[in-house]
C-alpha cells in the first residue's frame, strides 16, 4: 500500500490489487469503506495478472454533501478510469468500481471473442489453402504426401483431443497414459486418408476431422470397456495433490507431438475466463492457480454428457458455430443451442458464488 497525504476535503492512496486478500486495505482514502469487498470484485477479473503488475489508485473528494469517487486501474496493457458520485462515500466509491468491473467484463469479452475468431479464420484458412491439395494427393494415391500435408492441421483438433481424452481418463472408460494425444491424432490421420473419399459432402474438412477425434476416442473407450468389463469408475477415489495416479488422470500425454511439433506448444490450462467470460469465479477458485484451477473445470467438463460437453467446448473454445457443430454432431442446431446453454448455467451454479 502506498500512501499519498490526503489534502483538505479528499484522500487518496494507490493499493496494490492482492492487498485486500491479505487484510492490509487500510489506506485512509479507505475509511469506513468495505475494501476487502470491493478490491476482491476486481481481483476476480484479472487474478491472472501478477500482483506487482497491477494497482489501484483512488480519489475520493467531498463537495459540500455529495462525495466524488475516482478509480484508476493500472494494468500491463490497459488504465481504466472509474468514476462514482453520491451524498454516501460508500456509495460514490462502490459506483467507481462497478464501472470498472463492467468496462473490464466488456474488454474481457471483447478480447476472448477476437481470440476466437481468430482461432477459427486460421483454422479456415488453412484448411482452405490444403484441401485442393489433399484431394489431388488422394487421387495420385500417394499416401505420404497426404500425410505430410494433413498432419499440420491436426494442430486445430490437438487442444480438443487432448480435453476429450482427459475426459474419458476422469470417467474411468480410458486409463491413464493408456491412449496418448499422437495416438488418437495417428488415427486421424489413417481414418484420413482411407476415407477421405467417402467423407461427408456437407461439412468442411475441419468439421470432419473434429469428428473423427470423436470417433476414434470414443472407440478407445469402447475397446477399454469390453476388454475390462463393468468396473469400478475411476471417479470413485477423489485424487489428492501428493495422489500421482490421481494426478495423471488430469494429463494426456502428447507422445510424438513433443518432438515432432514442438512449436505446437501444450495445451493451455481451462479458465472460468474463457468458458464463462464476464463471470466472477467463486472465492475458492479465486485461491487456485492455474492448474488446479483447470483440474476443477476438467472435472467439471467430464461430467457433462459426452454430447453436451462437445457442443460446449466446441463453441466456447474453438470457435464453432451451432450450425457447425450441429453438422458434425448429426442433430438439430435447436439440440445443440439448448445444451450449450445447459452447460453453461450448470458450470455457473458450480465455480460462482452467486445464489
Request: charged share 30%; net charge negative; hydrophobic share 40%.
Amino acid at each position: 500500500m502506498n500512501r499519498t497525504p490526503p489534502t483538505d476535503g479528499e484522500a487518496h492512496g494507490s493499493v496494490r490489487l492482492g492487498d485486500a486478500k491479505a487484510g492490509r486495505a487500510d489506506d485512509p482514502a479507505a475509511n469506513g469503506h468495505d475494501w476487502h469487498h470491493t478490491l476482491r470484485r476486481l481481483e476476480r477479473l484479472i487474478r491472472r495478472v501478477p500482483f506487482d503488475q497491477r494497482a489501484l489508485r483512488v480519489r475520493l473528494r467531498r463537495h459540500g454533501e455529495r462525495h466524488e469517487a475516482r478509480a484508476v486501474l493500472v494494468l500491463p496493457t490497459d488504465t481504466l478510469v472509474g468514476n462514482g458520485e453520491s451524498s454516501d462515500p460508500d456509495r460514490a466509491l462502490a459506483e467507481a468500481v462497478d464501472w470498472l468491473a463492467l468496462e473490464l467484463r466488456r474488454r474481457n469479452e471483447l478480447a476472448r471473442r477476437e481470440g476466437l475468431d481468430h482461432r477459427r479464420s486460421t483454422r479456415q484458412r488453412d484448411f482452405a489453402a490444403a484441401t485442393g491439395y489433399l484431394v489431388i494427393d488422394h487421387a495420385r494415391a500417394e499416401d505420404s504426401a497426404f500425410i505430410d500435408l494433413a498432419r499440420p492441421l491436426l494442430r486445430s483438433v490437438r487442444d480438443h483431443a487432448h480435453r476429450e481424452l482427459v475426459a474419458a481418463q476422469l470417467h474411468g472408460s480410458i486409463d491413464s497414459g493408456a491412449v496418448t494425444v499422437s495416438d488418437v491424432l495417428d488415427a486421424v490421420l489413417v481414418r484420413a486418408w482411407s476415407r477421405f473419399a467417402e467423407r461427408p459432402s456437407d461439412r468442411g474438412l475441419d468439421e470432419w476431422f473434429v469428428a473423427l477425434v470423436h470417433d476414434i476416442i470414443d472407440e478407445y473407450s469402447s475397446e477399454y470397456a469390453s476388454e475390462r468389463g463393468p468396473r469400478q469408475s475411476a471417479r470413485s477415489t477423489a485424487p489428492t495433490e501428493s495422489d500421482d495416479a490421481g494426478s495423471a488422470r488430469y494429463a494426456a500425454g502428447p507422445g510424438w507431438l513433443a518432438e515432432g511439433e514442438p512449436y505446437w506448444g501444450a495445451p493451455s490450462p481451462l479458465a472460468v475466463d474463457e468458458l464463462l467470460p464476464g463471470t466472477e469465479p467463486s472465492e475458492i477458485l479465486l485461491g487456485l492457480g492455474p492448474a488446479a484451477e483447470d483440474r476443477v473445470l476438467l472435472d467439471l467438463l467430464s461430467d457433462m454428457p459426452r454430447a453436451q460437453r462437445r457442443a460446449f467446448t466446441l463453441s466456447a473454445l474453438e470457435g464453432y458455430t451451432d450450425d457447425e457443430i450441429a453438422r458434425l454432431q448429426e442433430r438439430t442446431a435447436a439440440e445443440v443451442r439448448a445444451d450449450i446453454a445447459g452447460a453453461r448455467d450448470r458450470l455457473r451454479d458450480r465455480v460462482t458464488d452467486a445464489p
